[in-house]
């Protein structure tokens, strides 16, 4: 069984802070990660992909991958109100030939003013 | 350009019942995926495709079924409802293994 592990959260952070998310999986064969934001009543949206080890910066946030220890994190410089949403990590492994996304259950942000 | 678009947004089925979630996507994209999100459950996968006329059991199948006659649609069907299909159902695609792309929603109560 595959699994993806997120702290619930929530976490909460000061506006301006940074935000640091977490996420550990189980499948050493995993290839591509990912992190979603979702906000409340909404549908997930793709804000960073990650292939190899290391970091990978787009704009305010900053993804990173040990895939010796088996996880992945999700930075979030200057943290804003608006970035208040539920952030799911995704981790591809393959399957059957095909590569399937096993999400974890997603962290909840709240930045307070 | 519309992306993946699913319809109905809303909808309240009887036990018993049966419906279809309809998904289009104009992207080209040979994989496409349906999930189901309950509260604080994550996302969990029902069926997929890899491309038109190949379809595969996800991690939660049982009560679905798909069929992907085309590259665009990618239809989920629910053939006898049950008050535990009650969710939020995405559908997404992606070009490949990379992110996906989701849908809106439909949000389904079974009564």
């Known amino acids: 069984q595959k699994e993806v592990e997120q702290n619930s959260g929530p976490l909460s952070v000061p506006e301006g802070a940074i935000a640091s998310l977490n996420c550990t999986y189980s499948d050493r064969g995993s290839q591509s990660f990912f992190w979603y934001r979702q906000y409340s009543g909404k549908s997930p949206e793709l804000i960073m992909s990650?292939?190899?080890?290391g970091d990978k910066e787009d704009g305010r946030f900053t993804a990173q991958l040990n895939k010796a220890s088996q996880y992945v994190s999700l930075l979030i410089r200057d943290s804003q109100p608006s970035d208040s949403a539920t952030y799911l990590c995704a981790v591809n492994a393959a399957s059957g030939g095909s590569y399937i996304p096993t999400f974890g259950r997603g962290t909840s942000l709240i930045v307070h003013p | 350009n519309a992306g993946v678009t699913q319809t109905p947004k809303f909808r309240i089925l009887k036990i018993g019942q049966s419906m279809t979630l309809q998904c289009a996507q104009d992207m080209n994209h040979n994989y496409m995926y349906w999930y189901r999100q309950d509260p604080g459950m994550g996302l969990k996968l029902i069926y997929y495709s890899v491309g038109a006329g190949i379809t595969d059991k996800g991690e939660v199948p049982n009560g679905y079924n798909v069929s992907r006659s085309t590259t665009e649609d990618f239809p989920l069907r629910l053939e006898l409802a049950a008050p535990s299909q009650t969710s939020v159902y995405f559908c997404?695609?992606?070009?490949?293994?990379?992110?996906?792309?989701f849908g809106s929603g439909t949000r389904l109560t079974v009564v």
């Open positions: 997404a695609s992606s070009p490949s293994v990379d992110g996906y792309t």
């Open positions: 990650i292939y190899s080890n």
